[in-house]
């Protein structure tokens, strides 16, 4: 088990509705990442954060932003939802060596079930 | 850009024979490979990963993975495969500092 918690793991929203997800890293991590895992699909790239700062972007429009907080923990806010939104919705931290070969430790993930 | 390559959906093996996981990969420079295993509700789980000048990966769970520049693969490989490594296996290279591209995950099925 890594030490990312995410939560709420399971939700279910109407086409429209805005929602947040929350990510806590694991320990002495200051970098986060978040995935897009649609079903039958690998995860896709939305964005990361470095000391509270959006340190790259993925191809998701703007609706999808986030927040990182001083303690690490990290927010990923969803406008205007679709019902293409629908899918595993990953969170990652990992070391803050900045090391391309650095390793990312997942969280379960939320499941977010747009109707 | 980068990207990774999965050619096969699922792959079944018995249990106790050799396992291979293939992935190939596309990229400018040197590659930063991994693989990732994810169980069913579950979030992905580092396995191993590449560092140049090292060809043969030694990962956790006795899995390991061999680059080929030659080839551009990296397959994951395990010479004896159990029933509880029967997972969704993910292949992703790093792009640039901040995210890494997946492919599109095999699914692995080990049969007693």
């Known amino acids: 088990e890594t030490g990312v918690t995410q939560s709420p793991t399971h939700l279910i929203k109407t086409r429209g509705q805005q929602v947040t997800l929350r990510c806590s890293s694991q320990?002495?991590?200051?970098?986060v990442s978040w995935y897009q895992q649609a079903l039958g699909q690998g995860p896709q790239f939305i964005f990361q954060y470095y000391r509270e700062e959006e340190n790259g972007r993925g191809n998701f429009p703007p609706r999808f932003s986030g927040l990182q907080f001083p303690n690490y923990s990290s927010e990923l806010n969803v406008n205007a939802l679709e019902l293409d939104d629908s899918a595993l919705y990953l969170c990652?931290?990992?070391?803050?060596?900045?090391?391309?070969?650095?390793?990312?430790?997942f969280g379960s993930g939320t499941q977010l079930s747009v109707l | 850009a980068q990207s990774v390559a999965q050619p096969e959906d699922q792959v079944n093996v018995a249990e106790g024979n050799p396992l291979t996981v293939k992935c190939t990969y596309s990229v400018s420079g040197n590659p930063y490979l991994f693989w990732y295993v994810q169980y069913p509700n579950r979030g992905l789980q580092f396995l191993l990963k590449?560092?140049?000048?090292?060809?043969l990966v030694k990962g956790s769970y006795g899995f390991e993975a061999e680059f080929n520049k030659s080839q551009t693969s990296f397959h994951l490989k395990k010479p004896s495969a159990l029933v509880s490594d029967s997972a969704l296996y993910f292949c992703?290279?790093?792009?640039?500092?901040?995210?890494?591209?997946f492919g599109t995950g095999t699914r692995l099925q080990v049969f007693p």
């Open positions: 590449y560092i140049t000048g090292d060809n």
């Open positions: 990652a931290s990992s070391l803050p060596t900045g090391a391309a070969n650095e390793k990312l430790f």
């Open positions: 992703a290279v790093r792009d640039g500092g901040d995210k890494l591209i």
């Open positions: 320990s002495g991590h200051n970098t």
